[in-house]
């Protein structure tokens, strides 16, 4: 093209601006103080090693274990007042409903049905027969009764163009069954609604609660009248009672997931799961096949309705619940595909160690075993001998427990000769606690985190010997458990408190390198340093200046810990061998706009993750109440990447998960609407995504949009644009296309450039791994900058290049412009 735009004194040169790679996103900075290969703006883009940017991949539906086709909580109508409630009402009367109709008549393409009284309602199905019809659509069949009156009703039969001729028999397949009240003191029917009936044998038909529900239609101060749907009637007198249940707890309809996290199976080493939490159980899905699941149940009545805290530790997985007592399942000793129950943790008054008397003792090659029933011994406890017996052993000497394998427990033993199992006179043992300064159980907290052979809780709430739970109402303690043991709490020596008498609470904890916990408050950091033995352990500040909002947005990556604060995504690096410091500056710094539009009522919900180089945070933007986005931070960039968005309303990313192995590692999203994604697997670039239990899957194509930064020409005056050119490529086995546009500033104007598809220029779509080069002209706007913004339409293509060519205009200096 033309180096100049016009010939005079005042000769216009076109020069170019390019960028032929970026590194990632900055919207702090004014578009035209972006240097090269830094964007504007990034949705839904991934840039790979070579700088190109492209429209990331789709997320795909791994699994959706949870279905419900009712709610999760049955209540049923009446009122139990007798204290041992009810067992059954004697079954009295039960008919099937058949009749010929008097008349009938048609209008379009319903059909009126008319006799002297009926008690069928709208909605009813039944079965019509006998009649003939000389065109159109028979009405014969089962039908759905319309416009119910006394004496009539309608049906309505699509593509009936005739009167049908005959005798019109009625069969509604339906008993209406009564039951006298006449147990009145203890049974009171308050309005109408659905119960269920227990046992009952109608028309020869055995009932139970499990496959039938009853709608009362009618109650009088005597009797109850009962619909029972989808019974066939075929000869007999009913017999048997009818039993009404009570509140119902449907296990398999699910409302909502509460919570999840990763287990890795310790039986195999290259196995993990995804378990979600709902009301009623634990679904524990297998990553490497996502169509094997097991359900974990809970202990006796025990549910979950609000967000708790789960987590993997000594080989247990736990529930936390925030003022309630925690739940766990110990998968090492129970293989998950048991689907073993989880139970209450220890909880009342502490119980001191007693001494376990072996029933078999045993030395092979300096390893002792013993063996005891309910030991209850763990791997890595202490335990001391406290009587000899013919063990060879010495009194009060400890030992180690180094496995347990059922009732067997097992510890090794210097320089002891070998010693043939012994099945009398056999040694006792008794488990070490540290210090006799008082032992608590765990007590009720929101979250655990594993440290050092320990699990390092919150400190707010305390068990009484009555196992009444008490919120002690202090807001900034933890506690350490024992050493291996999730059950014993050191009361005293293992308690630390941060920012005493201050405004402050804790928010979260993470383990770092070295013996070091990180303990986050609100307001503050500090570190706890040499938990190994508590008694000497000590806590120090580490800054007042700057504290944690969300505590599963932590992540710590080589000696950096990153977290979300009220001012964005800090840092706190390892200086050495003893220090920690924290940045003065966020990382988040480059995207402060995107931090701003994070909704501060519900950031406590962001939540973070690492894998592949890349620090994945999703966050609620926008005034959303759940976390409805991702930003991305690239660690080979050391920029940020991308903000990624679905388009399906409702879908939220509550936890983000890594799991699995081979193809199957990646990062799964899970939220309460029960479903399992993966993100980045589908190269179509199509999002498939539910958005609610039992629900189908939704598809979406992802919207990726770049915006450069704004091209100046290297001057502050104002610019004559001539003409782009645009470096694209498609991706490896999808053709692509993308929309182009331009904006200016200064005069300002948007869109500078038409809106125009690769396809355009091209005529056709971008070929499966192609790459393209596109030249336009963008019309000689006059302004300071010009932007590009290139957002895909089909497929994920790439952006190698983009090249502005403009001239300086009006360069007169003695006019104002």
């Given at each position: 093209?033309?180096?100049y735009?016009?010939y005079?004194?005042?000769d216009?040169r076109i020069?170019?601006d ?8 900055n919207n ?21 090693v070579n ?12 699994k959706?274990?949870?279905s ?5 909580v ?6 139990i007042?007798?204290a041992?409630?009810?067992t059954?009402?004697t079954?009295v009367?039960?008919?099937?409903f058949?009749f010929?109709a ?13 006799f ?11 079965s ?17 009764v ?7 009703f ?25 039951i006298?009240?006449n ?10 609604g ?8 109608i028309?020869g ?24 749907n ?32 990763i ?22 899905v297998?990553?490497?096949?996502p169509?094997?699941?097991?359900d974990?149940?809970?202990p006796?009545?025990e549910?979950?309705?609000?967000q ?20 766990s ?11 073993p ?10 119980t ?15 390893e ?15 335990i ?6 013919d ?25 002891a000769?070998?010693?043939?199992s ?13 210090l006799?300064?008082?032992f608590v ?5 929101k979250?655990?985190v594993y ?12 068990l009484s010997?009555?196992?009444t739970?008490?919120?002690r ?15 014993t709490?050191?009361?005293?020596e ?24 990180i ?5 503050s950091i ?16 580490l ?15 080589g000696?950096?810990v ?25 990382l988040s ?10 909704n ?8 973070g ?7 994945y ?7 959303s109440?759940?976390?409805n986005?991702?930003?991305?931070y ?19 990313f509550t936890?983000?998960l ?12 899970t ?7 993966k ?10 995504v ?15 949009s770049?915006?450069?930064?704004m091209f ?17 490529q ?8 993308m929309?182009i ?8 104007s948007?869109?500078?450039l ?7 220029y091209?005529?056709?779509?971008i ?8 030249r336009?002209?963008?019309g ?11 957002t895909?339409?089909l ?11 403009g ?11």
């Amino acid at each position: 093209m033309s180096r100049y735009s016009s010939y005079s004194a005042l000769d216009d040169r076109i020069t170019e601006d390019l960028d032929s790679g970026y590194i990632g996103f900055n919207n702090r900075l004014r578009p035209d103080q972006l240097v090269k290969g830094v964007l504007a703006d990034s949705q839904n883009g991934r840039l790979a090693v070579n700088g190109e940017w492209q429209t990331r991949k789709g997320i795909s539906n791994f699994k959706a274990p949870l279905s419900t086709g009712a709610t999760a909580v049955v209540l049923p109508f009446f009122l139990i007042n007798d204290a041992t409630g009810y067992t059954s009402n004697t079954l009295v009367a039960a008919s099937i409903f058949k009749f010929n109709a008097s008349s009938y008549s048609r209008s379009g393409e319903t059909l009126t049905i008319n006799f002297n009284s009926h008690t069928l309602i709208d909605g009813d199905t039944f079965s019509i027969s006998g009649l003939s019809v000389s065109g159109g659509v028979n009405p014969n069949g089962t039908r759905t009764v319309t416009n119910a009156s006394t004496n009539s009703f309608d049906i309505v039969v699509t593509g009936m163009t005739a009167t049908p001729t005959g005798t019109l028999a009625v069969d509604t397949q339906r008993l209406y069954v009564v039951i006298p009240q006449n147990l009145t003191a203890k049974l009171s029917l308050a309005m109408s609604g659905v119960v269920y009936i227990d046992t009952a044998n109608i028309g020869g038909v055995a009932m139970t609660a499990s496959n039938h529900s009853v709608r009362i239609t009618a109650i009088d101060s005597s009797s109850a009248t009962f619909r029972v749907n989808d019974v066939t009637y075929t000869s007999g007198t009913p017999s048997g009672t009818v039993d009404l249940d009570s509140a119902t707890l449907a296990d398999t309809a699910v409302n909502e997931v509460y919570g999840s996290c990763i287990f890795s199976d310790p039986n195999a080493n290259s196995e993990s799961y995804i378990l979600l939490a709902a009301n009623t159980k634990v679904v524990a899905v297998k990553v490497s096949d996502p169509n094997t699941t097991y359900d974990l149940l809970y202990p006796g009545t025990e549910t979950v309705s609000t967000q708790i805290d789960m987590v993997q530790t000594f080989n247990k997985v736990f529930i936390f619940r925030d003022g309630d007592t925690a739940m766990s399942v110990d998968l090492a000793t129970n293989n998950i595909t048991g689907s073993p129950a989880f139970a209450l943790v220890e909880k009342g008054a502490f119980t001191y160690p007693s001494a376990q008397l072996t029933t078999a003792f045993e030395i092979t090659k300096g390893e002792a075993k013993g063996t005891k029933a309910s030991h209850g011994y763990v791997s890595g406890d202490a335990i001391r001998v406290s009587v000899v017996g013919d063990s060879g052993l010495t009194l009060n000497d400890t030992f180690t427990v180094s496995k347990v394998d059922g009732n067997d427990f097992f510890f090794f033993v210097n320089n002891a000769p070998d010693l043939g199992s012994i099945t009398s006179n056999e040694p006792t043992f008794i488990k070490e606690l540290p210090l006799e300064l008082g032992f608590v159980h765990m007590p009720a907290p929101k979250y655990g985190v594993y440290h050092q052979r320990r699990l390092a809780v919150p400190f707010r709430y305390s068990l009484s010997s009555t196992e009444t739970i008490t919120d002690r109402k202090i807001f900034d303690e933890i506690i350490l458990s024992d050493i291996n043991d999730s059950d014993t709490y050191q009361h005293l020596e293992g308690q630390f408190r941060f920012n005493a008498g201050k405004a402050d609470f804790n928010v979260g904890m993470h383990s770092f390198s070295d013996d070091k916990l990180i303990v986050f408050n609100r307001n503050s950091i500090h570190i706890v340093i040499g938990s190994e033995d508590v008694a000497t352990a000590k806590n120090q500040l580490l800054t007042d200046e700057v504290g944690l909002v969300a505590r599963r947005s932590v992540i710590q990556v080589g000696n950096q810990v990153l977290f979300l604060s009220d001012n964005g995504v800090y840092g706190a690096n390892f200086i050495d061998l003893y220090n920690l410091r924290g940045n003065e500056v966020p990382l988040s710094e480059a995207i402060q706009k995107t931090i701003d539009r994070i909704n501060k009522d519900a950031a406590e919900n962001a939540v973070g993750i690492y894998f592949e180089n890349r620090y994945y945070l999703a966050v609620p933007l926008d005034g959303s109440s759940t976390n409805n986005a991702i930003i991305i931070y690239n660690f080979l960039n050391k920029s940020w990447e991308s903000v990624d968005k679905v388009n399906s309303s409702g879908f939220e990313f509550t936890n983000l998960l890594v799991a699995g192995s081979g193809s199957k590692r990646g990062v799964y999203v899970t939220n309460t609407d029960g479903g399992i994604h993966k993100l980045e697997t589908e190269a179509d670039g199509i999002d498939r995504v539910i958005t609610a239990i039992g629900g189908s899957t939704g598809t979406d194509r992802v919207e990726g949009s770049a915006t450069t930064r704004m091209f100046t020409l290297n001057s502050i005056d104002r610019k004559k644009w001539n003409n782009f050119e645009l470096h694209l490529q498609s991706s490896a086995d999808n053709v692509s296309d993308m929309n182009i546009s331009g904006i200016t500033e200064n005069v300002d104007s948007e869109p500078a450039l038409d809106l125009k598809t690769a396809s355009f220029y091209l005529g056709s779509n971008i070929p499966a791994d192609e790459d393209v080069s596109i030249r336009g002209r963008i019309g000689k706007p006059r302004s300071y900058g010009f932007q590009m913004i290139l957002t895909n339409t089909l497929g994920r293509p790439s952006i190698r290049a983009v090249k502005v060519a403009g001239a300086q205009t009006f360069r007169s200096t003695s006019s104002v412009q």
